[in-house]
């Protein structure tokens, strides 16, 4: 995929091209669609994603990548992977354990970062939002270790065919490092809505349609991973940019 250029990039950013990752990207492995085309079969509801999706937006857009975010791996890594997912998505269950994979082999070297970013959706996972404000909680109380110990517990429950049972919040939060009254008390106050809001705002702005949409980043550029891509394709890209910022170092 092939995204705007800066054509005052300093040299110290490196130039990759983004349309040779060997993916086409606009056919989607996994994926929940915001418009509600998540298909089922049969009725046994057991989600099957559709083969298809359409591209809108500017991923150039995306919000910069603060110290505010929830980063799992080097905050200065060459590759940076932006993910927004939905807690309650089955395909976003799948990613994060691609991701998990992607940063036992590339985030101890610090080459690879991956940030996660909220887009909650109400449509098809009721859910979800209730869960990213828990999650949000959980980071305020117990900092970014603490977020990504609840998220790794709320995906590691989630199943196909049942959401996150809410009642479980709680205990995830305490394991994550929260006192239970302080959770309690920020869940009633509402105050980290406005955080999740700007995440799902920013995500319609870049063009996502659907969970997982991830925006992969080297330097000022910016390409598209749609779908829950199994782990292979993920490594490949990956592969593909750090061989070539290494090929212009």
């Known amino acids: 995929m092939e995204t705007p250029m800066d054509s005052n990039q300093t040299p110290s950013q490196p130039k990759v091209n983004m349309s040779s990752w060997g993916i086409p990207l606009a056919i989607v492995v996994g994926f929940a669609l915001i418009a509600g085309a998540i298909f089922f079969s049969g009725n046994s509801k057991t989600a099957v994603a559709p083969s298809v999706v359409s591209e809108e937006g500017d991923p150039s857009v995306i919000n910069p990548v603060t110290e505010d975010d929830h980063i799992r791996g080097n905050p200065n890594a060459a590759v940076t992977l932006v993910e927004y997912s939905d807690y309650d998505c089955p395909f976003c269950k799948n990613f994060h354990e691609t991701m998990k994979q992607i940063m036992a082999e590339y985030g101890t070297d610090g080459k ?4 996660y970013r909220h887009f909650p959706l109400q449509q098809l996972h009721p859910n979800a939002s209730t869960i990213s404000h828990a999650s949000e909680c959980v980071a ?8 990504w110990t609840f998220s790794d517990l709320v995906f590691g429950e989630r199943t196909t065919n049942e959401p996150t049972k809410l009642d479980r919040l709680e205990e995830f939060a305490i394991t994550a490092g929260t006192e239970a009254s302080a ?3 920020c869940m009633t106050s509402n105050r980290h809505q406005t955080d999740v809001q700007e995440d799902f705002d920013n995500a319609l ?24 891509q199994p ?3 993920v490594k490949a890209v990956i592969d593909n940019l750090l061989g070539q910022i290494e090929g212009n170092n």
Request: charged share 10%; hydrophobic share 45%; no cysteine.
């Open 112 to 115: 690879v970062a991956w940030v």
């Open 205 to 228: 702005a870049i063009g996502a349609r659907g969970t997982p949409h991830t925006i992969v980043i080297v330097g000022d550029q910016q390409g598209v991973i749609n779908g829950a």
């Open 183 to 185: 959770y309690q008390e």
């Open 231 to 233: 782990y292979a394709s």
């Open 140 to 147: 305020e109380l117990a900092g970014n270790e603490g977020f």
